[in-house]
């Protein structure tokens, strides 16, 4: 069975730094594109970071450019989003993701797998 659990995810305040996890299991996503993603209330989903493969493309929307930092471990099947600087705006449930390709891409539609999500909340 295929599964990405996030962790990491807590109740700070503004200013403040979290690190989340993605660790994989059930299959090696070492060939694979990972995504983060977040969804706050009465939002819709949207894209946060994304890295390629190996790890060394990246993406990241520009509401989190120059504060978060997306990185992979594939010897351990396991993704991090180092969020830096965090906002209020920034609460959200955050949700990683796998897409069966080895570049990334910035769109939900191309990602096969997801996780159940962390909640972060930053509190101003």
């Known amino acids: 069975q295929v599964q990405l659990v996030e962790s990491g995810g807590g109740l700070v305040q503004a200013g403040d730094s979290l690190r989340l996890s993605c660790a994989a299991s059930?299959?090696?996503?070492?060939?694979?594109?990972m995504g983060w993603f977040r969804q706050a209330p009465g939002k819709e989903r949207e894209f946060v970071a994304a890295?390629?493969?190996?790890?060394?493309?990246?993406f990241y929307a520009d509401s989190v450019k120059g504060r978060f930092t997306i990185s992979r471990d594939n010897g351990k099947n396991t993704v991090y989003l180092q969020m830096n600087s965090l906002k209020p705006d920034d609460t959200a449930v955050y949700y990683c993701?796998?897409?069966?390709?080895?570049?990334?891409?910035?769109?939900?539609?191309?990602?096969?797998?997801w996780g159940q999500g962390t909640q972060v909340t930053v509190s101003s």
């Open positions: 059930g299959r090696t996503f070492g060939n694979d594109a």
């Open positions: 890295i390629n493969w190996i790890g060394d493309n990246t």
């Open positions: 993701a796998a897409a069966s390709r080895f570049t990334y891409s910035t769109s939900g539609a191309e990602y096969n797998y």
